[in-house]
């Protein structure tokens, strides 16, 4: 039996409708994760404490200690991570520049720990390397960082 092919129209509207849902069951759910995360912090001052323990880690990074969070959900989710940065930019605690840098960060480490239960439990690798691959994308963050406070 001989399979129909879709014509142009078709396959950019069933490609829309795909992204578009992949928008509202994954990457909208973690946004708003991500605000929740961030009022929680802020409400309990948690967020306080949060930029006192990491101010000095991360002004070698020529960011403020309130970033930490954003690198940290970076891990857990791509697009949580990023909403910290807005909400962290919204209330005026990062610059344009910090923005960009938390930016090449986040991408840097790219919702590791989601990807290990996706990606690395399936395919059969062994768990004892996974925390070098967690190092790996933390030193391309520190990296990505860096190059682009220099080029910032």
């Given at each position: 039996?001989?399979e129909?092919?879709e014509?142009?129209?078709?396959?950019?509207v069933?490609?829309?409708?795909?992204?578009?849902?992949?928008g509202v069951?994954n990457?909208?759910?973690?946004l708003?994760?991500a605000?929740?995360v961030m009022?929680f912090?802020?409400?309990?001052?948690?967020m306080?404490i949060?930029e006192?323990v990491f101010?000095?880690?991360?002004?070698?990074?020529g960011?403020?200690?309130?970033a930490?969070?954003a690198?940290?959900m970076?891990?857990l989710?791509?697009?949580?991570?990023l909403?910290?940065?807005a909400?962290?930019?919204?209330?005026?605690?990062?610059?344009?520049?910090?923005?960009?840098?938390?930016?090449?960060?986040?991408m840097c480490v790219?919702?590791s720990?989601q990807?290990?239960g996706?990606v690395?439990a399936?395919?059969?690798i062994?768990t004892?390397?996974?925390?070098?691959m967690?190092?790996v994308?933390?030193?391309?963050?520190?990296?990505?960082?860096?190059?682009?406070r220099?080029i910032l």
């Amino acid at each position: 039996m001989q399979e129909k092919k879709e014509g142009l129209m078709q396959g950019f509207v069933n490609g829309a409708y795909s992204g578009f849902m992949i928008g509202v069951k994954n990457i909208i759910p973690n946004l708003i994760f991500a605000y929740a995360v961030m009022e929680f912090l802020n409400i309990t001052n948690l967020m306080s404490i949060i930029e006192v323990v990491f101010r000095p880690v991360m002004m070698l990074l020529g960011l403020p200690g309130a970033a930490a969070p954003a690198l940290i959900m970076g891990f857990l989710t791509t697009s949580g991570g990023l909403g910290i940065v807005a909400n962290l930019a919204t209330n005026g605690m990062l610059s344009p520049d910090q923005v960009a840098m938390l930016l090449v960060g986040i991408m840097c480490v790219g919702a590791s720990i989601q990807y290990i239960g996706r990606v690395l439990a399936t395919t059969g690798i062994k768990t004892k390397y996974y925390p070098f691959m967690m190092a790996v994308n933390a030193v391309n963050a520190i990296i990505g960082i860096t190059i682009a406070r220099i080029i910032l």
